[in-house]
């Protein structure tokens, strides 16, 4: 099971926007509340990568969600998942299409 990461401010997400230029990460935008976003959330902690796995609480944490999206130029969708590098959202899915196997292949957009 992954360890999932979570973003609480604005300066860790900062942080974490800067790291992309040398690591990419994969963030997920999680809603406590959605039982789509949960089939997601054991999507994401149940994929096996060396990437870390960062999250951001959407309810919780809505001014950093809103950031992010105005940040990697997404449209705003919870739940999300997101390949980040360079400052840039090199693929992104959401809801359903959260899957172990999807986030498996969208390690290929980092070549």
Same mark, same amino acid.
């Given at each position: 099971m992954t360890n999932l990461l979570e973003i609480t401010s604005h300066e860790q997400w900062k942080e974490l926007l800067e790291l992309s230029? %040398?690591? *990419?990460?994969?963030? +997920?935008? /999680?809603?406590? %509340?959605? *039982?789509?976003?949960? +089939?997601? /959330?054991r999507q994401v902690t149940n994929f096996q990568t060396d990437l870390p796995i960062y999250?951001?609480?959407?309810?919780?944490n809505r001014p950093i969600s809103l950031?992010?999206?105005?940040?990697?130029?997404?449209?705003?969708?919870?739940p999300q998942a997101i390949l980040v590098m360079h400052r840039l959202a090199k693929w992104d899915q959401s809801h359903y299409?959260?899957?172990?196997e999807t986030m498996a292949s969208a390690i290929d957009f980092l070549i």
């Open positions: 230029e %040398t690591q *990419p990460f994969f963030l +997920f935008k /999680h809603s406590t %509340t959605c *039982p789509i976003s949960a +089939f997601a /959330h999250f951001v609480k959407v309810i919780e950031e992010i999206a105005d940040d990697l130029n997404v449209t705003h969708q919870s299409d959260i899957t172990e």
